[in-house]
């Protein structure tokens, strides 16, 4: 009689996006995470490529009188959306077949203006333009957000921080007597 062994599931490994970040992968054993105040992230899945990818942008657009250095343009989403974009069709993802997700876009501070608001209309414009079907969103508010993104299966999982003040905890150490070896 032979035994099987239970096999245990992979590790995932995790990979985080920072702003101005885009990163796509078919990699069933890959996760995708990111943290957000007012920026954006979006995660696109195409089911039938089984493949994903998350991008995570700070400001909606640039300024029409700036002159940016390329390098930083990844920070607006209407760059970082392209690359996002052209980085799925390049893993095999036909654009008719693409889904996506809206995450972040919180009011952090008052007094900063619009800006999530302005990202997550941004966000919500462009995918209508481009024609891809938004599956859901959990945006606004004044809480940051955890996105966690398994990009192969099209998974995500969202968890709001929460915005009520931390308890100070005073810990008081009791008093010490005799030798004391630090190290």
Do not use: W
């Not at 054993?29 to 490529?49: I, K, P, Q, W, Y």
């Amino acid at each position: 009689m032979s035994m099987m062994s239970p096999i245990a599931p992979p590790l995932m490994r995790r990979l985080t996006v920072a702003q101005g970040d885009s990163i796509v992968s078919g990699d069933p054993d890959v996760e995708f995470t990111t943290v957000l105040g007012s920026c954006v992230a979006v995660c696109l899945h195409d089911g039938r490529a089984g493949v994903g990818g998350m991008n995570h942008f700070l400001l909606a657009e640039p300024a029409p009188i700036a002159n940016e250095d390329a390098r930083l343009l990844n920070r607006y989403g209407v760059h970082s959306m392209e690359l996002l974009i052209n980085a799925m069709l390049k893993q095999g993802a036909i654009r008719q077949n693409l889904k996506a997700r809206i995450y972040g876009g919180a009011t952090m501070r008052q007094g900063l203006g619009e800006i999530g608001n302005s990202n997550i209309q941004f966000a919500r414009r462009f995918l209508t333009n481009e024609n891809i079907a938004i599956l859901g969103e959990n945006v606004g508010g004044v809480s940051a957000r955890r996105v966690e993104f398994r990009p192969a299966a099209g998974l995500s999982r969202c968890k709001t921080v929460s915005t009520q003040p931390v308890e100070q905890i005073i810990i008081k150490s009791p008093p010490v007597s005799g030798d004391v070896e630090l190290f």
